[in-house]
């Protein structure tokens, strides 16, 4: 199993990103898949998930209306469009598969001026 994100960067307060997860090494149309995020000197933050077919989205309260998940299950490819970004969301963003059996290894957001 691998699960590989892209997409973090530096942006400015109220810009957007798009990250991605790419994943390979199973049945990736078959498994709910979330996005999990680690602030600086903080511990891990469950932020977002999606169901199989990509119809049923469930975000935390910090997030939603500003971020959206989705996946394309013929690239094998989850996403988080993240926009009005604050400050308070930097941290690493990691993708990981249903009951976090399976984590990528991260991709970094910062949002500072």
């Known amino acids: 199993v691998q699960l590989v994100e892209s997409g973090g960067s530096l942006v400015q307060p109220g810009g957007s990103l798009r990250l991605a997860c790419a994943a390979s090494?199973?049945?990736?149309?078959?498994?709910?898949m979330n996005w999990v995020r680690q602030a600086p000197g903080k511990g891990l933050e469950w932020v977002s998930a999606?169901?199989?077919?990509?119809?049923?989205?469930y975000y935390t309260d910090s997030v939603k209306g500003r971020f959206t998940i989705s996946r394309d299950n013929t690239k094998n490819t989850l996403y988080l469009q993240m926009n009005d970004l604050k400050p308070e969301d930097t941290a690493v963003y990691y993708c990981?598969?249903?009951?976090?059996?399976?984590w990528g290894q991260g991709t970094q957001v910062t949002v500072a001026s």
């Open positions: 990981a598969t249903a009951g976090y059996k399976y």
């Open positions: 999606i169901n199989t077919a990509g119809g049923s989205t």
């Open positions: 090494g199973f049945t990736f149309s078959s498994s709910w």
